[in-house]
């Protein structure tokens, strides 16, 4: 029975281990997506090594057991302990705090805040302004 199939599909110009030109398509599309999450995840690792080094440890401690791994997982605590040092967490830790404080506080507090903030920045460019305008061109 199978003979058979071969013999029409030869008949029919097919060869039936030949890949079809959707197959092509699939792959291709499957190839450019895994190189899009490549793509994404070195960035995020990128940015988790630069601005928040101490989250790239937590991320790194969630790998599997292995040489490779805890060698990654080493190079990662060692790396925040540089960052610790030199005081480059602090922008990080600042935002967490800051972001942390935005969520304990209600609508009405935030918007409060929200305001507070926007005449702050007029008041920064009428300043601003006004200093250039004093300065004769």
């Known amino acids: 029975m199978l003979d058979l199939l071969r013999e029409i599909e030869r ?6 281990d030949e890949v079809s030109e959707a197959e ?3 792959a291709a599309a499957t190839c450019r997506a895994v190189g899009r999450v490549l793509r994404a995840l ?4 990128a940015l988790l090594f630069v601005f928040s ?3 790239l440890v ?10 490779v791994q805890d ?3 080493a190079a990662s605590a060692a790396w925040n302990a540089l960052m610790d040092e030199g005081g480059m967490t602090m922008p990080a830790e600042a935002v967490r705090a800051e972001v942390s404080e935005l969520r304990g506080m ?3 507090e935030v918007r409060v805040r929200l305001e507070n903030e926007k005449a702050r920045g007029r008041e920064g460019a009428r300043l601003l302004r006004g200093a250039l305008s004093d300065n004769p061109g």
């Open 11 to 16: 008949e029919l110009g097919g060869h039936p």
């Open 106 to 108: 209600s609508w009405p």
């Open 53 to 55: 080094s101490e989250r």
């Open 58 to 67: 937590t991320w790194v401690n969630g790998f599997e057991v292995g040489p």
């Open 24 to 26: 092509r398509v699939d």
């Open 42 to 45: 070195a960035v995020v690792a």
């Open 71 to 73: 060698s990654v997982v």
